[in-house]
């Protein structure tokens, strides 16, 4: 379990800003299986073999993401769950992305791809 799933993740307070490189490649090192898209977003699929189980993970990280208050965009297919992360109001990652990335792997459902 990493470190960063231990954390909560904190509201924003006035003007928030992205994450340096330096600082997204320190927290993405942290991740299993989340990609950086052009420094502004994470991004993860999941595969499954059938349409209820990712249905039923996409549910446990709506209700993580409500307790943390960090919310992620979310895709459901037919045996297949996308997630990306970014703070809109940055534009960009902030440790919050990170902090929910790690609390997603916490769940342990699903096999990312």
């Avoid at 999941?46 to 960090?70: C, K, M, S, W």
């Avoid at 297919?77 to 109001?89: K, M, P, Q």
Wanted: charged content about 25%; proline content about 2%.
């Amino acid at each position: 379990m990493s470190e960063l799933s231990k954390l909560s993740c904190e509201a924003a307070q006035g003007d928030v800003s992205a994450l340096d490189a330096a600082a997204v490649a320190k927290f993405s090192g942290q991740l299993t299986g989340w990609r950086v898209v052009e420094g502004h977003h994470l991004t993860k699929s999941y595969t499954f073999h059938d349409f209820a189980q990712p249905l039923a993970v996409l549910n446990h990280i709506a209700e993580l993401a409500e307790r943390e208050g960090h919310h992620p965009d979310l895709r459901l297919s037919w045996g297949r769950l996308e997630v990306d992360l970014w703070t809109h109001a940055a534009r960009g990652l902030t440790k919050n992305d990170f902090i929910l990335a790690a609390k997603i792997d916490a769940l342990g459902e699903g096999t990312r791809t």
